[in-house]
């Protein structure tokens, strides 16, 4: 008769080698070619469900804005299915509507009818601009290039243009980067000025100006034509593309046939946009080149490319005085998840093996080691069909299974191996120790798994970013239990039964110190203990129900704090400001060269590191704000003339002997106070990025609003450690209210 443990699956694997062997081949083999095809980014590419319409209204108070814009807006959209939530603001000039997506609906779909009403409002104001509607994504932004040099803006910028276009035609690299644009600088603007008395002298209106240009600066088609010799388009190509052209343009005919053209009646300046924007690297003027990552593209190779480019290619065409830096170098991060992976990968592998060549057998250990690579494998395998890439998150949790990848096959080493001991032939040993505690071991590894489980069923932003951790855990451990189950088996049916193994050698000597210790161990305490424990089932119970209640009073009392994130070490510190709306960007300039004098000061309060200063690089930015992290930048850097800000990059944290904190209050203290400030705010960059704690007053009454807020303001002072207290509610522009006299 044949015994029903000599059947099944696991046995079938025992006595087929090759079959497992090719098992164990094909899924370290699929798991090595699919590495090399995954989109490895810093940070899951991901839509937030939201919405963004921007409709500028130049030169409009928040009261208009709020009046012409946003309540036309959020009357015609509200009722549309889809909308989760609508969160709107009226600023200087431009108002802006978010809207959230609820949870099962296609935000393309929504943006779609969104667009389709808005288009359609009769109300808007007058003055307004075209609605914009973008879908907010997080960008995959590598880094960013700052080219700096002593010259004046229009130079600079023509210097930047050649440094982006050269890397998107380097072809020199290990992968080209496709995508690349220009921060930190104005765009280019023609601008025609005439004035009142120069239009009366010629007998035109305005219109009539804006007209003649705009019938003269354009492209247009102008059909076909057949003929003997084959069809010819025409076409008429008179659009204006500098000043010199705009200036040739006639605006008026008079009846003698003499022109008046438009550099006679208009000064005409080929310049850049009117609000100013000024940037400084290291205390030079400077222009940002930001580098992205697009579709698949490796992170990694992209920022190795950069790099060659701007230290080896770009300086030999650069002119004398302009110097390329690499600026927040985001690739570092991803680079360091993976070193550490492999590092603690190998480390893993190697003192699994050890601690199991100690107690076991080295042949034993090795076999049981491999569960790790295989495991790894199976789960690389499968990321393209869960639609996971290599990021900081994924790479997060290969790390976290990584400790508990090859529990179950330690089992089942161990338990085959003690039926060898007691001397049962390794073929037979194998298949009937793996059944024995197949069970024990198959829902271990599956309470496992059910623990990550919730996290696939998060909503919203987390729901699309948190899943990455169970995606890579699960199918970690699913693929240990089949290594566990069918591979590890067959290679263990090839150790050699103990009667024909040989005379024990040092090593194996050596080798058994540790395990008749180990028993020994066993033996005099461990079983014992246990039986004790066993006899006494309600002490023990009880026992572990009070250090239960007295882990969950520790953590009530606050005696084990709780915080959303850790508090991570990190190399930038930023320093933003805002002044009253309004404010000459001159006066804006002013303070913020207050923020980087003293930032530069701080070299002298702390030690230099290998001789060098602790301020790496330094970015100075007035008239806009471009550091801005995660969701909160998404719609994109402001811009202002009463807004700036100074971030500073550290050396290492690893070569400080100081924190970021303690940076950023030595800074806050030299700043002291800065007159006319709203809003100034220091603080380090982490992984808890925004601020600690956010409140929302709600009202109908702006005024009472105001008047709440400022007596929250005034109550939160009197806490100690409560720093950087702002809020969003800024006056607007100073205005001259004209009304018309009767008489008039």
């Known amino acids: 008769a044949v015994n029903d443990e000599d059947q099944g699956l696991i046995h079938w694997f025992t006595h087929n080698h090759v079959a497992a062997n090719f098992v164990m081949a094909m899924i370290l083999l699929l798991g090595f070619m699919t590495w090399g095809k995954l989109k490895k980014e810093i940070f899951p590419e991901t839509s937030i469900d939201a919405i963004m319409i921007s409709v500028p209204y130049p030169n409009a108070t928040p009261e208009e804005v709020e009046k012409g814009i946003i309540v036309p807006i959020e009357e015609t959209i509200q009722d549309i299915e889809g909308i989760d939530r609508i969160r709107s603001t009226a600023d200087q000039g431009i108002g802006n509507v978010q809207v959230n997506v609820e949870n099962g609906f296609n935000t393309r779909n929504v943006m779609d009818d969104i667009k389709t009403r808005v288009d359609a409002i009769q109300n808007l104001a007058e003055e307004a601009e075209e609605p914009l509607l973008t879908e907010l994504l997080i960008k995959a932004q590598v880094m960013s290039i700052a080219v700096s040099a002593e010259t004046d803006e229009r130079t600079l910028r023509e210097i930047a243009e050649q440094v982006r276009t050269g890397l998107l035609t380097y072809k020199g690299g290990e992968i080209s980067v496709t995508q690349a644009s220009l921060a930190g600088v104005r765009d280019y603007e023609i601008s025609i000025e005439v004035s009142e008395d120069t239009l009366r002298q010629f007998g035109l209106s305005f219109d009539d100006v804006a007209a003649a240009v705009r019938k003269s600066s354009l492209d247009l088609p102008g059909g076909s034509v057949r003929t003997s010799g084959g069809e010819v388009l025409i076409r008429a190509e008179s659009r204006r593309y500098s000043a010199e052209e705009f200036s040739r343009i006639t605006v008026v005919t008079r009846e003698d046939g003499s022109r008046v053209t438009l550099d006679q009646i208009a000064t005409i300046r080929d310049e850049f946009e009117e609000d100013p924007i000024e940037t400084r690297f290291n205390g030079e003027s400077a222009i940002l080149i930001n580098v992205f990552r697009v579709g698949n593209e490796d992170t990694v190779k992209i920022a190795n490319t950069v790099k060659k480019y701007v230290y080896a290619v770009a300086p030999q065409n650069m002119p004398d005085g302009v110097t390329l830096d690499i600026w927040k170098d985001d690739s570092r991060y991803l680079s360091g998840r993976l070193s550490l992976l492999a590092k603690n990968g190998i480390f893993g592998l190697l003192l699994v093996t050890l601690v199991l060549a100690l107690f076991l057998r080295p042949s034993l250990a090795v076999l049981v080691s491999i569960g790790i690579p295989v495991s790894f494998a199976g789960a690389i395998m499968l990321m393209p069909y869960t639609e996971i ?158 250090l239960f209640a007295v882990t969950v009073m520790t953590v009530r009392s606050g005696w084990i704090r709780f915080q959303f994130f850790p508090d991570v070490e990190t190399d930038v510190v930023i320093a933003k400001l805002k002044l009253s709306q309004g404010v000459s960007f001159d006066k804006t300039a002013v303070a913020i060269d207050r923020l980087e004098e003293k930032a530069f000061e701080m070299n002298d309060h702390f030690p230099k590191i290998d001789g060098e200063p602790f301020i790496k690089h330094m970015l100075t930015s007035i008239g806009t704000q471009p550091f801005i992290e995660g969701i909160q930048g998404l719609g994109g850097a402001p811009r202002d003339t009463n807004i700036g800000e100074v971030t500073i990059e550290m050396q290492s944290a690893s070569k400080r002997d100081f924190t970021a904190k303690e940076v950023v209050s030595k800074w806050r203290e030299l700043v002291g106070e800065i007159p006319g400030a709203v809003e100034l705010t220091f603080s380090a960059e982490a992984a808890a990025g925004g601020n600690a704690l956010d409140i929302e007053l709600v009202g109908e009454n702006l005024e009472d609003l105001e008047a709440a807020t400022e007596d929250l303001k005034s109550a939160l002072t009197a806490f100690t450690g409560v720093i950087d207290i702002s809020d969003s509610n800024i006056e607007g522009k100073r205005e001259l209210k004209l009304e018309i006299l009767p008489s008039a």
């Open 389 to 546: 890439s290599i990021n900081m998150i994924s790479l997060f949790a290969f790390i976290l299974v990584l400790g508990i990848v090859v529990d179950d096959a330690i089992v089942v080493g161990e338990n085959v191996y003690s039926r060898i001991r007691r001397g049962e032939h390794p073929r037979l040993a194998a298949p009937r120790g793996t059944r024995e505690v197949g069970i024990v071991v198959t829902f271990g590894v599956l309470t496992t798994a059910m623990a990550f489980t919730p996290m696939l069923g998060l909503s919203g932003v987390s729901g699309k970013i948190w899943p990455n951790i169970p995606l890579i855990v699960i199918p970690t451990l699913l693929f240990s239990l089949i290594q566990s189950k069918l591979i590890l088996p067959s290679h263990l049916a090839l150790l050699k039964p103990l009667s024909e193994q040989k005379e024990p050698g040092p090593i194996i000597r050596f080798q058994h110190i540790f395990s008749r210790g180990l028993e020994k161990f066993i033996e005099r305490f461990y079983r014992p203990f246990l039986r004790v424990g066993l006899k006494n089932r309600y002490l023990v119970l009880t026992t572990f129900v009070m």
